[in-house]
């Protein structure tokens, strides 16, 4: 039950993220989420779902069909072989390559760079408040 209810709210997220950045923000929300959903949570139906996002939001926006679905697939074989060879699953190090990678794609498909590492930047301070608050034991999830 655990897995359905996971899968339900990524598309719920996933289709909420494709609504905002086709209509309303300028940032790769869903490029940024899909990539984090893909090396932190490995499942198959993770990926067949991310992936059918991916080629949503690229056929939404009329341009380079696919490359949304391409750029998360590199960036997962670029972590999964660095977690191979090093032997390390270090989560700075995942996450240091999904944010250079947003600011790559952001770059390259003409999104706002400058909005695009704010939304990171507060990605990771929200990141850093959720662990140290978990830590201090004053957060219960």
């Known amino acids: 039950m655990n897995r359905i209810i996971v899968v339900i709210f990524i598309l719920i ?17 869903v490029y940024l989420v899909g990539s984090f959903c893909l090396i ?5 139906r993770v990926y067949i779902l991310v992936f ?18 391409f750029f998360m697939l590199a960036i997962c074989m670029i972590t999964f072989i660095y977690e191979k060879y090093s032997g390390s699953d270090d989560v700075i190090i995942s996450s240091f390559l999904i944010a250079v990678s947003g600011i790559i794609y952001a770059h390259v ?6 909005n695009t590492v704010m939304f990171i930047g507060v990605l990771a301070f929200l990141w850093y408040l959720f662990s140290s608050l978990q830590r201090k034991g004053r957060l219960f999830i």
């Open 13 to 29: 997220f996933g289709l909420f993220a494709v609504l905002l950045e086709t209509t309303l923000i300028g940032i790769p929300l």
């Open 109 to 114: 498909l003409s999104y706002s760079v400058g």
């Open 52 to 69: 059918i996002l991916a080629f949503f939001i690229d056929s939404l926006r009329v341009s380079h069909f696919g490359f949304t679905s």
């Open 40 to 44: 932190f949570i490995r499942r198959i």
